[in-house]
């Protein structure tokens, strides 16, 4: 089992910035990518990021490429979403996913395991 805990979220105004972090424990060796996701109120879970823990090879959403930056630190099992150039469109519960594969990292199915998720709401 991986358990992921989520943090950083609140309440910004368009243009401002926010860093969400993941810190994963339990069996975190078998982990090999992990994700962001983001869902808005009546809308499905969207893609927003994802990263290959050993590697590091990146991947983003159109919509956000650009603004956020996924990244990870290896020393506190930890992956951070720097989000930056906020828009009230990016208002949305972020959950962080980790996976023990490396295909299709955009989609929700692949992932194990998922977090709580942090609520970010950007006012216009």
């Known amino acids: 089992q991986v358990q992921l805990v989520e943090s950083g979220g609140g309440l910004v105004q368009a243009g401002d910035s926010l860093r969400l972090s993941c810190v994963a424990s339990?069996?975190?060796?078998?982990?090999?990518?992990m994700g962001w996701f983001r869902q808005a109120p009546g809308k499905e879970r969207e893609f927003v990021a994802a990263i290959s823990w050993s590697i590091g090879l990146t991947y983003y959403a159109d919509s956000v490429k650009g603004r956020f930056t996924i990244s990870r630190e290896f020393a506190v099992n930890t992956v951070y979403l720097q989000m930056n150039s906020l828009k009230p469109e990016d208002t949305a519960v972020y959950y962080c996913a980790a996976t023990n594969g490396l295909l299709a990292l955009t989609t929700t199915s692949v992932y194990n395991y998922w977090g709580q998720g942090t609520q970010v709401t950007v006012s216009s």
């Open positions: 339990g069996r975190t060796f078998s982990r090999s990518a």
